[in-house]
């Protein structure tokens, strides 16, 4: 089983940062082989951010491109996504999740709201 669990929500002004944090733990976390970024606003579904595989590959959504940039450790036990130049339209729980070759499983979320 892989346990997840994010970070580093909060509230922040247009064209501020945050930094969030998906932390991974579990017998079988080692074998991770991607993580995904999330995230689902009020009334909406949800959307995949971010991507990043254990061999190095990133995918962003065109939305984030150029804003967000997804990154991980050497044990893929942490993975972050640095979001930079935020806008209103990127408030949402952001959910990260991992792929294994058991399954995927899903962290819990963080708030992340961007207003002035």
């Known amino acids: 089983q892989v346990q997840l669990v994010e970070s580093g929500g909060g509230l922040v002004q247009p064209g501020g940062s945050l930094r969030l944090s998906c932390a991974a733990s579990g017998s079988v976390s080692s074998s991770i082989n991607a993580v995904d970024w999330y995230r689902q606003a009020p009334g909406k579904e949800r959307e995949l951010v971010a991507r990043?595989?254990?061999?190095?590959?990133?995918d962003y959504a065109n939305s984030v491109k150029g804003r967000f940039t997804i990154s991980r450790d050497h044990a893929m036990s942490r993975v972050f996504l640095q979001m930079n130049s935020l806008k209103s339209e990127d408030t949402a729980v952001y959910y990260c999740?991992?792929?294994?070759?058991?399954?995927?499983?899903w962290g819990q979320g963080t708030q992340v709201t961007v207003s002035s």
């Open positions: 999740r991992a792929w294994t070759p058991y399954g995927d499983r």
């Open positions: 990043i595989r254990r061999g190095g590959n990133l």
